[in-house]
C-alpha cells in the first residue's frame, strides 16, 4: 500500500469514528467516585458508608460501618474480604482474657 491510499484510509475512516475525545472530555472521575459512593452507601444502608476507589493499579469498594472501621473490602481479584472493627477485636480481646483469667 502506498502513502497515499493510507492517506485515504485514514481519512474515510476518521469520517465514521466516534470522537473519543469529545466523550472522554464528559467523564469527571470526581464526580463518578462521588456518584458510586451515595449508590454504594444508599445499597448497604444506615449506619454504612461505602467507598470506590479507582486509583492505582485496580479498582476496590471499601465499606466502614457507622464507627468509621473498614469492615468489608471488595477487589476484583480477590472478591470479599473481610475486617475485623474495634467493637469485634474488644470482644475477643475480653473473651479472650476471661478465659485465660479463669484457668
Known sequence: MGNKFLALRKSEVAKVAPDRSALIGKVDMKEIRETARRWLSFLFGEPY?????????????????GNGDEI??????????????????EVHGALKAAYYGVQ
Open 49 to 65: 458508608e461505602a467507598k470506590f476507589q479507582s486509583e492505582g493499579t485496580g479498582s476496590a469498594i471499601h465499606v466502614y460501618d
Open 72 to 89: 468489608l473490602t471488595y477487589t476484583a481479584g480477590v472478591g470479599w474480604h473481610e475486617k475485623e472493627s474495634k467493637a469485634e477485636m
